[in-house]
């Protein structure tokens, strides 16, 4: 009788483990959806994407999002360079959301100066940003093709201007 009683017991822990181990994998695809989420609230600082081969004359994509950081009321930055079009979300200090267009022509008048070159998308809206920021993190998947990700890019232009 003992014996039943250890093997029924042995059985209730063994399902309580798989039970919590398959809970545990739900939960690193939950915080990962977290982190996506909290990217509206808090600073991520998200790594700028390039989509296309980089040519040795044109300017690296690092530089593009430290002009934009430079203005003071912006706190946070993603920008991602595609075939035909470079996309740069920002999200703007709370006191300074007031002046938000007049912060968007500064931006894109900045960079239209500085890179005569290149075709920007400037945009200050939350679900552009958490958009592109959700490319950049699939693009660290090396399975995650540049044509995909060229497309989602579209798109996500696509979005914004139909947001405007």
Request: net charge positive; glycine share 2%; with cysteine.
């Amino acid at each position: 009788m003992k014996r039943m009683q250890m093997v029924f017991y042995v059985y209730v822990l063994l399902g309580a483990l798989a039970i919590m181990a398959g809970c545990n994998a739900n939960n690193a695809n939950n915080a990962e959806k977290k982190d996506e989420q909290l990217a509206l609230i808090k600073r991520t600082d998200p790594d700028p994407v390039t989509l296309v081969s980089h040519n040795k004359e044109e300017e690296p994509i690092s530089d593009l999002d430290k002009t934009v950081e430079s203005f003071n009321e912006i706190y946070d930055v993603a920008a991602i360079r595609g075939k035909n079009e470079t996309l740069i979300v920002y999200k703007v200090k709370h006191m300074h959301r007031f002046r938000m267009k007049e912060i968007e022509k500064e931006i894109n008048s900045k960079l239209e100066k500085r890179y005569p070159d290149e075709n920007f998308v400037v945009s200050s809206d939350y679900k552009i940003f958490l958009e592109a920021v959700k490319l950049g993190n699939k693009m660290k998947d090396p399975n995650y093709s540049k044509k995909k990700a060229n497309d989602e890019l579209d798109k996500i232009i696509k979005l914004k201007e139909k947001l405007t």
